[in-house]
């Protein structure tokens, strides 16, 4: 066997190696860069559906809203801020869930606005407690909408709990309209003393 057989027959050989080794290669790669492309999914959490709240739906608060005194209407009919925070009350009283979701924020607004402009007489710890409750309702509510899926269910749970809340600032609201004022107390007590004497 001559040089150039022997280099002929090692030529081939190599040729052979090299076209082996290339497909081996090549599927390496692919092995690769699959099993690092489902490594990369393992890693993720499964995409979870994301369930949109239904505006159509029929769902809504259950509790019914107390009203306002005669009196204390009387009181609070020219006091705009509560009117607008009373009227998105009733709203969200009315609605479902997609709805409540909606109007939290502008319920907490009017609340704040409420709250900010409040008379002097209104201005006392128990009707500031009803507030401060309501507005700690409304900012969990704000809370549980704000989710990426937000539980229909939650939402008028927490919806529940804000009418709750106002109808204690209503029931407080009726106490202090039915209060006597210090200033009518203060003479009926004079007029009690003068009679006794």
């Known amino acids: 066997m001559s040089f150039s057989n022997k280099y002929l027959i090692f030529e081939s050989l190599f040729i052979k190696a090299m076209i082996y080794l290339s497909r081996l290669l090549f599927i390496g790669i692919l092995l690769i860069s699959f099993g690092c492309k489902k490594e990369n999914n393992t890693g993720l959490p499964e995409e979870t559906q994301i369930q949109q709240l239904d505006s159509l739906s029929e769902e809504k608060t259950l509790l019914e809203l107390l009203k306002l005194s005669a009196e204390a209407e009387k009181d609070l009919e020219s006091f705009e801020d509560f009117q607008n925070f009373r009227n998105i009350i009733v709203s969200m009283h009315n609605a479902n869930p997609f709805y409540v979701k909606k109007y939290a924020d502008s319920a907490d607004v009017l609340l704040q606005t409420f709250e900010e402009n409040l008379s ?35 939402i008028m749970d927490y919806n529940t709990k804000l009418m709750t809340a106002y109808n204690s600032l209503i029931i407080q609201l009726n106490e202090l309209s039915l209060a006597i004022p210090e200033n009518i107390e203060k003479e009926l007590l004079k007029e009690l003393e003068n009679t006794e004497e």
Do not use: F, H, Q, Y
């Open 120 to 154: 002097e007489d209104l201005n006392v710890n128990t009707i500031n407690s009803r507030i401060t409750v309501l507005s700690t309702e409304l900012g969990l509510l704000k809370e549980i909408s704000a989710k990426k899926t937000p539980d229909a269910k939650a």
